[in-house]
């Protein structure tokens, strides 16, 4: 590469040089798709300073009537609830006219398939296969099923056609929910739900709700979409956002966006389409989406992984925008520690619920994102700092999480006789946690065997909570030991009334309750106990389970719990959550048809067919992370704490 990180970045700013929206983007797929006599073309333009869109126009001939409007994708403003009827039936045109595929085999054969095809560390599995097998039969046995052939056999197949038949209907429920962009797919709309007039901001393309769509493409082999979301999303990056005369960071992704279909300035027959992001200015709470620039780099590397197409990686814009996340995430500030700083409700939990500081998730996240920078960053002169910067951030995290983060009965009781008031540089509990933090439900809960990463961690404050995306990505991106996964798959077999129950998968473990609940959440009335973000259970997180059990060669128990999900989430319309302890009725104010759900599932269902394609999603730790933090513990920081010269550069 010639030209230099800053200039590359100056011509971004400025809305020169190689970045913007590219021809192939927009007009090659435009004129595939239109009519000749439609014209369409896409613009950036900063409107004002409060409303920046990303534009395509689209120049109607007056013999164009609207229902081929209607028919191209392109909506008109009106009633809101028309309008996306409108907008959804033009989408299913679409989506059949685009990717010309069906909805196709399900997999019922799980077990054979898997049995052959997991081998994702020279290890076979067919153990683990044998053990789930032996936990089906003994589910069947307690329902007072036989086992006998003939009758088995029967049933297997009613069984199958009905699991088919709800991957049918997910499969086309994604499609659905897809939507387009100058007549191209470039994401899914969070929910999709016919019956519901409060849409909120559900009709907005998440980036995070975004992920298991993009995923389920990626392993159905329809990459578009994901090229599409991932360039457009780039495109909003740059844009100035600003609340209050206040602007963000550079290199912040938005939390969602919308395509919006606006009449043409001083033109009354034309109409473009417009790409509106939100960056949190107008989200509730105001709250800054940390995690979406986190899970488009992930999403990034899992594109290039699954396509074999690198050029989307290695395009200057592309690399231009990794490094605006990497140096946002790497900027030096007041922090003592190698965690990134974040207010509350900055990833999946959107919502005030005591996550501000240091949030398992976001670390996770972050974790996993400077791993799959890391692998997809052109060496380049300009970007030694920046690199450097990251392999000693990666390091860092690493040993604080694991150290620090780690809970099991050992360390429970290590904590249980801490002593407080520690000055020196040798403290064992050296962010003075007082043992009385340690709730009573915890002392019982813990199982013997098992253990997990806690919430958060702050000067005298340990978030024991257990939260579940937080712990399946540390898994998932080998931030967690092999042991220390492996442990936590473990608590979660051991707590599977707690955190499946009866449907997958608990947000978070306890709820928040009585005055913690007043004081902590403001008295949300949305976070209820046991609702919603606080103790709510999500479908969505299926997919995490999923991959994280397949990292450790324990398929089995993904599967179980896809079981668990199947007995009613078509049936109940596939909702955003659900509620109570045990996640028997469906959230107070869920939305149904919840894409994320949906495409959790799929998620889900495709890698149990073939594991061997989550490695798209894994991260494993290298060697050379290994010896830094190898280095790192036997190196006993204390002792050298305060000396200039014990500040290493184990990578460079
Ligand atoms: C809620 C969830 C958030 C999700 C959004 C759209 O706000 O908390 O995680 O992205 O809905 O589904």
Known sequence: ????????????????????????????????????????????????????????????????????FKGLGCGVFGDTAVNRFQLLSCKCQQAESVSGLTAEDGNGTWFVDSAKKLNLNGVSNSTNILEFEDVQQSEQEKKGLTSNGVVGTARDTMHKASVDSIEDEAWNLLRDSMVYYCGSPIGTIAAND?????????????IRDFIPSGIAFLLKGEYDIVRNFILHTLQLQSWEKTMDCHSPGQGLMPASFKVRTVPLDGDDSATEEVLDPDFGEAAIGRVAPVDSGLWWIILLRAYGKSSGDLSVQERVDVQTGIKMILRLCLADGFDMFPTLLVTDGSCMIDRR??????????????????LCAREMLAPEDGSADLIRALNNRLVALSFHIREYYWIDLRKLNEIYRYKTEEYSYDAVNKFNI????????????????????????????????????????????????????????????????????????????????????????????????????????????????TVACIKMNRPEIAARAVQVAERRISKDKWPEYYDTKRARFIGKQACLFQTWSIAGYLVAKLLLADPSAAKILITEEDSELVNAFSCMISANPRRKRGRKDSKQTYIV
């Open 1 to 68: 590469m010639s030209m230099g990180t800053a200039e590359v970045a100056l011509q971004v700013l400025s809305g020169a040089g190689p970045r913007l929206l590219t021809s192939d983007m927009c007009f090659g797929n435009v004129y595939s798709t239109y009519p000749s006599s439609f014209h369409s073309k896409c613009t950036k333009k900063r409107t004002s300073e409060h409303m920046n869109f990303l534009r395509c126009s689209n120049m109607l001939r007056s013999h164009i009537g609207p229902k081929q």
């Open 194 to 206: 016919p019956t519901s007039s409060n849409v909120l901001n559900y009709d907005q393309v998440f």
């Open 353 to 370: 619920m005591g996550i501000h500081g240091h949030p398992l998730e976001i670390q996770a996240l972050f974790y996993s994102a400077l």
């Open 434 to 545: 007082y043992p009385d933090q340690i709730s009573p439900w915890l002392v019982e809960w813990m199982p013997n065997k098992g253990g997990y990463l806690i919430g958060n961690l702050q000067p005298a404050h340990m978030d024991f909570r257990f939260f579940s995306l937080g712990n399946l990505w540390s898994v998932v991106s080998s931030l967690a030991t092999t042991e220390q996964s492996h442990a936590i798959l473990d608590l979660v077999e051991a707590k599977w009334a707690d955190l499946v129950a009866d449907m997958p998968f608990k947000i978070c473990y306890p709820a928040l309750e009585g005055q913690e609940w007043q004081i902590i959440t403001g008295s949300d009335p949305k976070n209820t106990p046991w609702s919603y973000h606080n103790g709510g259970s999500w479908p969505t997180l299926l997919w995490q389970f």
